[in-house]
Nanobody
Framework: QAQLVESGGGSVQAGGSLRLSCAAS?????????MGWFRQAPGKEREGVARIFSDNTTTYADSVKGRFTISKDNAKNILYLQMNSLEPDDTAMYYCAIQGVPASKYCARLWDRGEFEHWGRGTQVTVST
């Protein structure tokens, strides 16, 4: 059974860093071209944070550009999100998600809609002032 498990969340002060990991079991990352990180804060809608396509093309939400970096290790079946210069507004539950798609335009569409096939259960990130 396919499963994604996030880790690396925690509580940090503003300006700090965290690295989130998303480990997969029951599936192979190299078979899924589109991978992304999403987050949802209390009372807010889920939003896309970053995505990466099979050619390693990356896209970021404007709110995290220059601070967050998405990467993947297909050999280890792990997706990462390096988060630097964290701000209180980054406080949220963070989720990883993956989807098999034939082209990057479909990855973008799915990311915009938050419609991915496989999701993790999330890891909490709390940033304090």
């Amino acid at each position: 059974q396919a499963q994604l498990v996030e880790s690396g969340g925690g509580s940090v002060q503003a300006g700090g860093s965290l690295r989130l990991s998303c480990a997969a079991s029951g599936l192979t990352y190299s078979s899924y071209a589109c991978m992304g990180w999403f987050r949802q804060a209390p009372g807010k809608e889920r939003e896309g944070v970053a995505r990466i396509f099979s050619d390693n093309t990356t896209t970021y939400a404007d709110s995290v550009k220059g601070r967050f970096t998405i990467s993947k290790d297909n050999a280890k079946n792990i997706l990462y999100l390096q988060m630097n210069s964290l701000e209180p507004d980054d406080t949220a539950m963070y989720y990883c998600a993956i989807q098999g798609v034939p082209a990057s335009k479909y990855c973008a569409r799915l990311w915009d809609r938050g419609e991915f096939e496989h999701w993790g259960r999330g890891t909490q990130v709390t940033v304090s002032t």
